[in-house]
């Protein structure tokens, strides 16, 4: 993960440990929202585009390179990413004939800060830093 994204994850953690969550647990609409982002990268193709996505942020990839790398066929990549892109977790953009998809970093921190906000601040159990660091 770039240093600049992991340096913004810890501080937005941090945000949300004192307090200034994301969602009130009572905010039916926004549970929904996260609950379906969670699920567009529930499957193993997807969990692995947005994190392949992620490696090349900010730039992003163009569509065909995301497939080589990840050994996925094209018309299956297409429907796993126009799914992320449903879900607003990737943006794509188009530059002359390639499509060009990158990681929408502010969609995923705030999902992020949701789950943190939610189940890890009330009783502190897990410092920011600890959860944007890898094994």
Not at 38 to 57: D, F
Not at 59 to 71: F, R
Not at 90 to 107: F, I, M, P, Q
Request: hydrophobic share 40%; proline share 5%.
């Amino acid at each position: 993960m770039p240093p600049q994204l992991t340096f913004s994850i810890v501080l937005l953690l941090s945000k949300y440990r004192e307090g200034a969550g994301v969602a009130k647990k009572e905010d039916p609409e926004l549970i929904t929202r996260y609950a379906d982002m969670l699920s567009a990268m529930g499957t193993e193709p997807r969990l692995r585009i947005v994190r392949l996505l992620l490696s090349a942020h900010p730039e992003g990839m163009v569509v065909g390179d995301v497939g080589d790398e990840l050994g996925i066929p094209s018309s299956t990549l297409s429907h796993h990413l126009e799914k992320l892109k449903n879900e607003d977790l990737v943006r794509v953009r188009r530059e002359g004939t390639y499509l060009w998809y990158s990681a929408n970093t502010e969609a995923l921190q705030e999902l992020l800060g949701f789950l943190y906000a939610e189940c890890c601040t009330r009783n502190k159990a897990i410092e920011p830093q600890k959860i944007v660091c890898c094994k």
